[in-house]
Structure formats: structure tokens, C-alpha cells
């Protein structure tokens, strides 16, 4: 064989090189080396679940209970601190009417984590895995550090809400700073969790899920929203009355409920589960369940999101700073100060939104809110550990261990976290919040196209490959998330009132946009545009992926 650099693959005709495939409905094959390739190292799968037989049954309940795990793993991204932030700022500035929005944007999701799902099942790798062997060296450099932005991003975003939950159990005694260093030693205690085998580590991950459920649910059974105009809000995709403001708002909730790495997460965790990828049953069954089991968790986390927006809609809705001010000083809240004596509409983040509930509310309800803060920030600070190693291990084929991958994200997370913590007040510290979840918006093409690229090639897919529609539906969802960012970046560049960062926003706009249309271009030639088909690695033949050498090999 030819030139070409080691590790590099390129795809052959599976009829003329490889015989017939029908055998193998992955149709990617191992690395083609004369050396025994060594099992993936990664703590996570020391274990595989096994899948218990269920005769000719079409549903098991054993089987989805042996499949439960990965869908609750990736639905706490749909709960971290970032989005309950989203959501409260949703229900006090827009009342019930985005609602549909948030439920939109989990429907989306769903479908987005079937394919990650589906990829990690059929081809036995997850999606950076996969991003190694199709892009060249350099885009997939690129890729990484883009995806590793967001995972750093998605971390900031949980060491800033656990230090504010610190902060609020303490009563103040714990500072923002101190909360912020709390988190590093909490990360790596939470590690410990791994030894003790991969369910036992899901279950937790449930627990912690059922804490949020608990302490948001118990906001809203306090507060006691119109039941009427959450289901209104819900089901009528309609927003009267509503402007910039509201716009701004509902962007935000896409861009806080799908997050890039989680897509890259979800299609490693599915291969957790003993599944024969020699059986078509096999893998359809699979398929079958991991989305069912998507499906209910993704429900669950909606339910935990739409707690939050309408409890802040039916209590905080058109309220101004000086009745919050009132009240509060009414209840002997210490923290009347962070509600100034106007008539502004009140502007709330998780650390005001803890401080309001508990004014007008009572201090059970700060408290409660604070532990549903608080697990959110932890759980979702695992969930980021394991994007991280594996998105590291697939684009790099680079092996680390969880506890050097947790201190290399952590300490950058850290850095700039514990800086404004130090140097600025809470409002400086949750408008970072709002910046965090603007960049993941941004970040999400880099998960998307080449999610919905892969899953539809036959060369990658085999029978499992996307169908027109889910490749008409997967195009909609990138054009519409596109669109949302040209939105926010032609509104943030006109923001701006320095010639200097004028420039820099524009060329990084630019950059920005070659980068997505690289990446749009093989993903329309692997949605079967052949006229694009002319330096492109990938092809929709059916084909087998399969190692170059050097001449040397040969």
C-alpha cells in the first residue's frame, strides 16, 4: 500500500476488498496492523453489563433495566447549573411562554443522543473515536480543542454553581473563593465512586438526579403555579407580547439544554452494555432500548426544568426590585442589599433566585434550593470528567487516567472561576454563567454535523444508516442552531464599541464560519450530495474503514 501517514484510514469497497459484510453490521473494522490491537484503557468499561435473555418477548423490563444508565448519565447535562440558571431567568422575564421552547429544545436533544446512541451501538466506537479515523490531522486538532473549550466551558459553569450552593447552606460563612476551592477537593473524593463497580456508580448518579427532583419539585408544590398556563405554555408554540428580551431568553435555553460534549459523551457510555455486533437483532434491540431509557430520562430532566421556570414565572413574573426589597427586609434577609431601591424589573440568577424563594418563602425554601443546586453542580461535574477522558482518548488515541484528566479540566476550570470570585461580586460570577451557556450554543455545530455525518453513512452504518428523514430532520435542527449563533454573534458584534475588538470579533467570526463550512461539506456528501464528492474522505458506498500504511508496513 502506498504513502499515505500511519493512523490515517480511508475507505474501500467493501465487495472488492473485504468480501461480504453482512456478518459484521458495524462496518468499521479493526485497525489494520500485523500487531494484536490491545483493549480501549478506560475505568468506565472494566466492567460490561451483561444482557439478560428474554426469549422471543418484544419488551423485557429486565432487558431495559440491564440497559438503564448511560440515558440518566447524559440527562444530567439537561440539569446542570447552567440551565437551571437558564430556566429561572426564563419563567421571571417571559412568564409560561417560553415553556414550548424548553420543550422543543428537549425534543431535539433526544433525538441528537438517539444517534450518538445508535452510533456507539452499531460501530462499537464513540463519536471522537470515529472524528480520528475521517478527518484529517489537523480538523480533528481543531475539533478537540473546540470540544475541550466546551467541556472547560460546561465545568466553569458547575464550579460556579456549587459555590454559590456553599455559599448559600453557609449563610455566608463560606465565601465564593472558598466555595470554588471546595470544589476541587470534592471532584476528586466523588472519583472514589468508580471502585466500587459501574452500577453502583449509575445508581448514584440516580440519586443524585432524584435529590434535584425532590428540591425543585418541592419549590413548586410551594408555590403552586397555574396549572393551566404551564400547560399553555407548554403546548402553544406562541410568544404575545414578547421582544428582544424574550428572543435573548429563548436562544439561551437552546443553547443551555443540548451541549456539545454530551453527544460526544453519550456514544461512549452505550458501550458499556454486552452487545454482539456480529447480531443484527442484537443491535436493534439495543437501539430499541437505550432510546426508550433516553426517552425517560430526558422526560425526567424536562419535568426537574420545568419545575424551576414555573415556579420563577408564577412567583417573580413583572416583579420590581423595590417590592423584592420590601419583602426582604420584611423577612430579615441579610441580603436585601443585592435588590437596589427602583423600579426595575427584577433580574435573577441561581444565587438571587435562592435569596427571593427564601424572602418570600421562608428559609426552608432557600435551603432546599440550595442542596438542588448543589447536586446539580455535582453531578454534572462527573458526567463533564468522563466527556473529558473520552474525547481526549478518541481524538488523541491517548490514555489517561480519570483522576489526571479531572486535575488537568479542573485546574483550568479553576483559574478564571476563582479570579472573578476573588475579585468581583455574585452578579460579575452568574453573568459569567450567562457567557458560559452563549458559548456552548456556539460550540454545538461541532457535535452535530459530525454526528449526523456519520450516523448516515453506509460505509460507517451499514443497514443502521440514517433514513431521508432523520437526515431532513438532523439538517433542520444544524440550519436552525446555526442561525441562532449568526444571531448572537451579529448582536454581540455590534455591541461593541472598540475598533480593535471589532476586528478580532470579525475575524474570529470568520474563522468560525470556514471551519463549520468544512465540516458542513462532508456532511453533505455524506448525506449523499455526490457533486461535493471530490476530496472528501468520506463516501456513502458500502464500504469497510480500514488503516493506511506506509510503505514500509506493506
Given amino acids: 500500500m502506498t504513502g499515505g501517514k500511519e493512523g490515517r484510514s480511508r475507505l474501500y469497497d467493501s465487495q472488492h ?54 440515558g440518566f448519565l447524559v440527562s444530567i447535562a439537561y440539569l446542570d447549573p447552567g440551565n437551571i440558571e437558564s430556566d429561572l431567568q426564563s419563567g421571571a422575564t417571559s412568564d409560561f411562554k417560553l415553556l414550548w421552547v424548553l420543550l422543543y429544545a428537549t425534543i431535539i436533544g433526544l433525538l441528537l443522543q438517539r ?51 456553599f455559599n448559600l447552606l453557609s449563610v455566608g460563612r463560606i465565601p465564593l473563593w472558598g466555595g470554588v476551592l471546595i470544589t476541587i477537593f470534592d471532584t476528586i473524593l466523588f472519583l472514589c465512586f468508580d471502585k466500587y463497580g459501574l452500577r453502583k456508580l449509575e445508581l448514584f448518579f440516580g440519586f443524585l438526579i432524584t435529590v434535584m427532583a425532590i428540591s425543585f419539585g418541592y419549590e413548586y408544590g410551594l408555590v403552586k403555579p397555574d396549572q393551566g398556563e404551564v400547560l399553555k405554555g407548554m403546548f402553544l408554540p406562541y410568544c404575545p407580547n414578547c421582544g428582544p428580551v424574550q428572543l435573548e431568553q429563548a436562544v439561551g435555553i437552546v443553547g443551555a439544554v443540548i451541549m456539545p460534549h454530551n453527544i460526544y459523551l453519550h456514544s461512549a457510555l452505550v458501550k458499556s452494555r454486552e ?41 417573580f413574573y413583572n416583579k420590581n426590585n423595590m417590592e423584592v426589597n420590601a419583602v426582604c427586609n420584611a423577612t430579615g434577609s441579610p441580603h436585601t442589599d443585592l435588590f437596589p431601591l427602583n423600579n426595575g424589573t427584577l433580574e435573577v440568577d441561581i444565587y438571587k433566585g435562592g435569596v427571593v424563594l427564601g424572602c418570600f418563602f ?134 461593541l464599541n472598540s ?48 488503516e493506511e500504511r506506509s510503505e514500509g508496513d506493506t
Avoid at 455486533?277 to 430499541?288: L, S, T
Avoid at 454545538?444 to 454526528?451: Q, V
Wanted: aromatic share 10%; with cysteine; hydrophobic share 50%.
Fill in 362 to 495: 421562608g428559609p426552608a425554601a432557600l435551603y432546599i434550593w440550595a442542596i438542588g443546586i448543589l447536586a446539580a453542580g455535582q453531578s454534572s461535574t462527573m458526567t463533564g470528567t468522563y466527556s473529558g477522558q473520552f474525547v481526549m482518548e478518541g481524538f488523541l488515541n491517548l490514555k489517561w487516567s480519570r483522576f489526571r484528566r479531572v486535575l488537568l479540566t479542573r485546574s483550568i476550570a479553576i483559574v478564571p472561576t476563582f479570579l472573578v470570585a476573588i475579585s468581583k461580586d455574585v452578579q460579575h460570577l452568574t453573568g459569567l454563567n450567562d457567557i458560559l451557556n452563549v458559548v456552548q450554543s456556539i460550540l454545538l455545530p461541532f457535535a452535530l454535523i459530525p454526528i449526523l455525518a456519520f450516523t448516515s453513512l453506509t460505509s460507517i452504518m451499514n443497514d443502521f444508516a440514517n433514513g431521508l428523514v432523520c437526515k431532513v430532520l438532523g439538517s433542520l435542527v444544524i440550519l436552525l442552531v446555526c442561525a441562532i449563533n449568526l444571531y448572537f454573534v451579529v448582536v454581540y458584534v455590534t455591541a
Fill in 499 to 546: 475598533v480593535w475588538l471589532y476586528v478580532i470579533a470579525t475575524l474570529v467570526s470568520v474563522v468560525y464560519l470556514c471551519f463549520v463550512i468544512y465540516l458542513a461539506w462532508h456532511c453533505l456528501v455524506a448525506l449523499g450530495i455526490s457533486c461535493l464528492d471530490r476530496c472528501s474522505r468520506v463516501s456513502n458506498r458500502p464500504a469497510v474503514l480500514i
Fill in 115 to 165: 444517534l450518538a446512541a445508535r452510533l456507539g451501538v452499531v460501530t462499537g466506537m464513540d463519536l471522537a473515536e470515529i472524528c480520528y479515523r475521517q478527518y484529517p490531522t489537523v480538523p480533528r486538532i481543531i475539533l478537540w480543542l473546540v470540544i475541550e473549550l466546551a467541556i472547560i466551558g460546561s465545568d466553569m459553569q458547575e464550579v460556579i454553581g456549587c459555590a454559590i450552593a
Fill in 275 to 315: 452487545v454482539d455486533r456480529k447480531n443484527k437483532k442484537e443491535i436493534k434491540e439495543a437501539n430499541k432500548y437505550f432510546f426508550i431509557e433516553s426517552s425517560i430520562a430526558l422526560l425526567v430532566s424536562f419535568v426537574i426544568n420545568l419545575f424551576v421556570v414555573a415556579v420563577f414565572a408564577q412567583a
Fill in 17 to 70: 476488498e473485504n468480501g461480504d459484510q453482512s456478518s459484521h453490521y458495524g462496518a468499521i473494522s479493526p485497525q489494520a496492523s500485523s500487531e494484536v490491537q490491545e483493549e480501549p484503557l478506560s475505568t468506565y468499561f472494566e466492567d460490561k453489563v451483561p444482557i439478560p435473555e428474554s426469549g422471543n418477548e418484544c419488551f423485557s423490563f429486565r432487558k431495559l433495566w440491564a440497559f438503564t444508565g448511560p
